[in-house]
């Protein structure tokens, strides 16, 4: 009441006071003219009787009367009100000579601060705000605390018991408050009524969207009594909430609140529970509904087309909200989900095809409400790299063949997994290898897994082949050397000039005469027809030259080297264990005494081969011989260094030396021989030095030594 300020002031200077009071007793006077104040008790109307209850009053501190008549929220007091708490604390009391049950109140001109404290002396107290504005008050408890300007109200004061006396305490602040008694018929059903019981109803706060949940009314009474009341509500706002989307459901005690429509916008809304009966019973609970609205803005930033696997951040304004996929939860620690998609540390990964919807709800820290928005979100299957070859993936050396791929937006050629320059639907290729196609679809989806086609390249052939004899009756070997490796399934054809032919790929022909013979190969190629190779050579068939004897040979050496007399390109001496290498040209012979014959075998290079005879007569003296070579390669000629005695019937020793002097081998048993050994270890080749003793049969002693070279 921002007129009524400096009450103290008022009360040291009463002229100024007067007048001041006078000019607002006019102002409410004439605001005050329609209302009727014979149920309203003020501060010179104590004590009194009223329905044979006799009321007093008392009070102290900032306890005076207000001679003018003060309205404010449609609540109106009368002149000759109680001034309360108008310079300091004050209490106000009433005494009831019979116990009752309630009490009401109006006051008025309160504002922000000033605070009420009500008591009974039996009970427990429950204060319901019956009209006024009540967006200004608070009920605490037992307390009324103002938190407005001109703020006006009827106040009921119940108990759970009776009652006989009631207290009201102000605390001093601002200009205090002007305080009626209302009586109507609070007295009269205070008795008549006295079991019925209401509890005061909390205020309810709803989210703007969500339905308004049931509010339970908690009536307690004499059983017959609350079979008789009726229960209603009514709404200060029509239209955020009308009367008729409010129904009391229930009977007798067990009753609530139900609301059939959601509020379409946030807003505060008074309700006011009436409670009567035919008896007059008449109570009114207040009820302040608040519509939130939460004040941030959810925003969603994300891709709302994805491919197959793809990974995109979800970004969602405020933080910390809650995602929400086809009605499923999702969190940081959900790593998959029915849905088809998955959330990991922040990133949405599309697992499977089809259309989502992706909702994101916050929690507004200022209303506690979810504000949620939403958004569609189609996951594409990726597109398969496939790779057509209409005309295989043989291709022929000098040609091309054609790679397609399916229809798409855009085009990545590979080649051995290397990228080519080539961006078109269909690609020309000239050389072999593994190709693959990477597209990019019309959704911008991309598979990384590439589908590789080997292209194997067909060559040409390349005709080559040698001729390794060419001696008349004797099979004329072709050795193929064509190289065809990379050429697929070929055909092979030999033709010569003397009628013959073959489809073999190492065939052999036979010639009869001599003379030139020319010999044509030619390849062709299953696959690739067109790819041709030849190769041409002309050769001379030769006849084989007819064998010859030797001059004999006469030594009295123990071994001699023999000359074969031809050219050639093998040679082969018999019997070869009297040779220390039988397929040299000029052998070494061991000669033993006597006229023996040997032969030596010749093949030129056509395969021609001649063989000649040679007579060799040994007439060796009486004495000890070791030959001066040996070969101890196993192959069963020469293979130990054997002693032989001419002439002498018995060995008392066979030593043999190396460089240094060390005895490697001996023995004293004729045609025991060393292998070129030393406890198994093969000997390096070099020259070993021998010594030998020998007796006849006279008992006449010969000794010789020497020197030998051991070869491979």
């Keep these: 009441m921002k007129i009524l300020k400096n009450h103290s002031d008022s009360f040291q200077y009463p002229f100024f006071s007067k007048i001041l009071l006078s000019i607002i007793g006019m102002v409410f006077s004439f605001c005050a003219t329609s209302q009727s104040f014979q149920f309203e008790k003020g501060y010179s109307d104590f004590p009194f009787t009223y329905n044979h209850i006799i009321v007093s009053a008392s009070g102290s501190g900032s306890y005076v009367p207000y001679d003018n008549a003060w309205i404010s929220c449609g609540v109106a007091t009368k002149a000759g009100s ?6 300091g604390p004050a209490s106000f009391t009433n005494q009831f000579s019979q116990p009752v049950n309630d009490m009401v109140y109006n006051i008025n001109a309160a504002d922000t601060t000033e605070t009420f404290t009500f008591s009974v002396n039996n009970g427990n107290i429950q204060l319901n705000i019956l009209s006024g504005c009540s967006d200004k008050w608070l009920i605490n408890g037992n307390q009324l ?13 119940h108990s759970s018991q009776p009652f006989t006396q009631v207290d009201i305490q102000h605390n001093g602040l601002m200009d205090g408050s002007l305080v009626t008694m209302v009586l109507d018929e609070v007295l009269e059903f205070a008795d008549t009524h006295s079991s019925i019981k209401v509890q005061p109803i909390p205020p309810q706060k709803i989210c703007l969207g969500n339905a308004i949940p049931d509010i339970p009314i908690a009536i307690s009474g004499d059983n017959n009594e609350l079979g008789l009341i009726n229960c209603s509500v009514s709404s200060s706002d029509q239209q955020l909430i009308a009367d008729s989307n409010i129904t009391v459901v229930g009977t007798k005690g067990d009753r609530y609140i139900h609301f059939t429509k959601t509020p379409a916008y946030a807003g505060i809304v008074s309700l006011l529970l009436n409670i009567r009966d035919d008896d007059g019973l008449y109570i009114q609970i207040p009820i302040t509904l608040e519509v939130l609205k939460g004040n941030v803005k959810v925003m ?19 933080a910390k909200g809650i995602w929400n996929i086809n009605q499923n939860t999702m969190s940081d620690d959900l790593t998959t989900n029915s849905a088809g998609l998955s959330m990991q540390n922040g990133k949405l990964i599309a697992n499977n095809v089809g259309k989502y919807q992706l909702s994101y709800t916050v929690v507004d820290s200022s209303t506690g409400c979810s504000l949620s928005t939403n958004t569609s979100i189609q996951v594409h299957d990726l597109p398969v790299n496939k790779v057509f070859t209409a005309k295989g993936t043989l291709l022929c050396e000098g040609s091309e063949l054609p790679l397609s791929a399916p229809n798409a ?9 290397q990228p080519l320059q080539e961006k078109t639907q269909v690609i020309q290729v000239k050389t072999s290898g593994n190709y693959a196609v990477q597209i990019k679809d019309s959704n911008g989806c991309v598979n990384p897994a590439l589908i590789q086609v080997s292209i194997t390249g067909i060559a040409k052939p390349k005709a080559a082949f040698v001729i390794n004899s060419y001696c008349t ?36 022909f036979i010639y009869q005469t001599a003379g030139e013979v020319k010999i044509q190969l030619k390849i062709t190629s299953q696959v690739c027809p067109s790819l041709i190779s030849d190769a041409v050579k002309t050769m001379l068939i030769e006849s084989p030259d007819k064998g010859k004897t030797l001059p004999e040979l006469t030594t009295q050496e123990t071994t001699v080297r023999l000359q074969s007399g031809r050219a050639g390109k093998q040679y082969q001496w018999q019997p070869a264990s009297a040779f220390v290498n039988a397929s040299v ?13 040997y032969t030596v075998t010749v093949t030129n290079a056509s395969g021609c081969t001649v063989t000649d005879t040679l007579v060799v007569n040994a007439a060796a003296n009486n004495g000890i011989y070791v030959a001066n070579v040996f070969s101890p390669n196993g192959d069963g000629q020469n293979d130990k260094l054997i002693v032989n005695l001419i002439g002498y019937t018995h060995l008392k020793f066979f030593r043999v030396y190396d460089r240094k002097g060390r005895l490697l081998f001996q023995t004293s048993n004729v045609g025991e021989g060393w292998d070129g050994t030393v406890n198994g270890s093969l000997q390096p080749l070099d020259t070993y030095v021998w010594v030998a003793e020998a007796l006849n049969d006279k008992g006449q002693r010969i000794y010789r030594e020497g020197s030998t070279t051991l070869l491979r």
């Design 300 to 318: 969603i930033k994300t891709k709302s087309n994805l491919c197959k696997g793809e990974t995109v951040t979800l970004d969602g304004t405020p």
């Design 585 to 597: 040209p000029n052998p070494i012979l061991n000669v033993t005494e006597g006229k023996h014959e």
């Design 82 to 87: 109680i001034w309360l708490g108008a310079y």
């Design 145 to 157: 605390v103002c938190q407005g300007v001109n703020a006006g109200l009827r106040i009921q004061i």
């Design 473 to 508: 009756n004797l099979p004329i070997q072709l050795q193929n050397q064509s190289d065809v490796s990379q050429s697929g399934p070929v055909n092979f054809q030999w033709i010569d000039s003397r009628g013959n032919s073959s489809y073999d790929a190492t065939p052999s």
């Design 409 to 417: 937006a855009s085009y990545q050629w590979f080649k051995n997994q």
